[in-house]
């Protein structure tokens, strides 16, 4: 089983909807990064939490450490949301610091339609 | 600032040829990663480097050699080449301080081994 899971692995979408992509892990973490990958395109850091919530324009990233698990929020999606979106945890180390290293989920494909 | 740039972008190489990756950053991070990315499949650490001279092993590291010199180049070396190492290669950098720890990523190269 991967320690981090995302679901749905494939969104399609109307134009103006709301977005939600989901995210679980089972271990314990210092952090929890939320990515995007235009297709053919590089990856870019979207947010980065340890706790809460953050918001970036149409973005929402929420995170609950009790329930390890985070959601990924596109309010008014459009057609350039369409991205991989990738979930990546920092795995706490064995002294309860914060591990620099990254395990990353499979990804969300998402497509907005116009 | 130009971030974190790999070259090149593209290559074939044939069964048992070597190339290197080049990856530099220009925003003195002390960190730096090289991943792979397989179709469905989440990033996989290849090496990292917390410093110039100091380099260790991720995940999936064999075929795979770096160095790190310099603060800014971190090259990947690949001995050998195989058709499993047919691959999206991304390099990435980050701070050495915790609540600085996303991770900023070059553009990729594509490597088919044929």
């Known amino acids: 089983k991967n320690e981090v899971e995302q679901s749905p692995q494939n969104l399609t979408a109307q134009e103006g909807e709301f977005i939600t992509i989901n995210c679980s892990y089972s271990v314990g973490i210092s952090a929890l990064h939320w990515l995007q990958q235009h297709p053919g395109g590089g990856i870019v850091s979207l947010f980065m939490l340890s706790s809460g919530k953050k918001k970036h324009g149409r973005l929402i990233a929420t995170i609950n450490i009790q329930e390890k698990h985070s959601s990924l929020h596109i309010t008014a999606s459009h057609p350039r949301d369409s991205a991989v979106y990738i979930c990546a945890v920092r795995p706490q180390t064995n002294s309860g610091g914060s591990n620099y290293k990254l395990t990353f989920g499979k990804g969300t494909l998402l497509t907005v339609n116009p | 600032n130009a971030g974190v740039t790999q070259t090149p972008k593209f290559r074939i190489l044939k069964i048992g040829q070597s190339m290197t990756l080049q990856c530099t950053q220009d925003?003195?991070?002390?960190?730096m990663y090289w991943y792979r990315q397989d179709p469905g499949m989440g990033l996989k650490l290849i090496y990292y480097s917390v410093g110039a001279g100091i380099t260790d092993k991720g995940e999936v590291p064999n075929g795979y050699n770096v160095s790190r010199s310099t603060t800014e180049d971190f090259p990947l070396r690949l001995e050998l080449a195989a058709p499993s190492q047919t691959s999206v290669y991304f390099c990435?950098?980050?701070?050495?301080?915790?609540?600085?720890?996303?991770?900023?990523f070059g553009p990729g190269t594509r490597l088919t081994v044929t």
């Open positions: 990435a950098s980050s701070y050495s301080i915790p609540a600085y720890y996303e991770q900023y």
């Open positions: 925003m003195n991070h002390n960190y």
